[in-house]
């Protein structure tokens, strides 16, 4: 479970996220305490879709209400299309621009997490949690992504998976990410 800052800056990010019409979802830690094997996350991670050419102007709201952790923010978003913040706790928030189509699919996924007595957030399905680690590709994303596996068993929509994943293994030009997916799959049949 999410320790208690953590939670409260994560629901109160929600909640300005919606406040102003964003379509996001969180990502990272809080989708792997949904969807895997919880473990400590000290960040929040969320993926907010937005058409090219917006970034500037979304940043400028969103730098009114939060600290950046980059020097030259609007000049960052433009080249990485990521906003490295904090919030007034000091929990650093880690929000990517999503643009591309699979990111706006993830969203459209994406479902409240409900947890007893605290509220809800909204995450990623756990099928493009996976994707997304996959992606990634860092060892402790592997981990992420067998424990997902383990956990999810016979409910995850591997087909769905395997077919988003593929367009961006080969965008990233590194094809053997789904060959790594899949000797994970077999480990773990449902």
């Not at 995850?156 to 994943?165: A, G, N, P, T, V």
Request: hydrophobic content about 40%.
């Amino acid at each position: 479970m999410l320790r208690r800052t953590l939670w409260d800056s994560a629901t109160e990010l929600q909640s300005y996220m919606q406040s102003q019409g964003f379509r996001f979802c969180f990502i990272g830690g809080v989708a792997v305490q949904r969807w895997g094997e919880p473990r400590v996350t000290d960040d929040l991670d969320l993926t907010l879709f937005l058409n090219y050419g917006d970034e500037q102007e979304v940043a400028r709201r969103i730098l009114a209400r939060y600290q950046s952790r980059h020097p030259s923010p609007l000049s960052f978003v433009i080249e990485a299309r990521i906003l490295l913040l904090q919030d007034q706790s000091g929990t650093d928030i880690d929000l990517s621009l999503g643009g591309m189509p699979f990111e706006e699919r993830m969203i459209e996924r994406s479902s409240d997490w409900n947890v007893l007595g605290q509220g809800s957030l909204k995450t990623c399905s756990a099928e493009d949690l996976i994707i997304l680690k996959s992606f990634a590709s860092r060892p402790r994303d592997w981990i992420d992504v067998e424990k997902t596996i383990v956990r999810q068993s016979s409910k995850l929509k591997r087909d769905l998976i395997r077919e988003e994943l593929e367009v961006l293994a080969a965008l990233k030009e590194e094809p053997e990410i789904l060959d790594q997916l899949e000797s994970l799959f077999q480990k773990h049949r449902h």
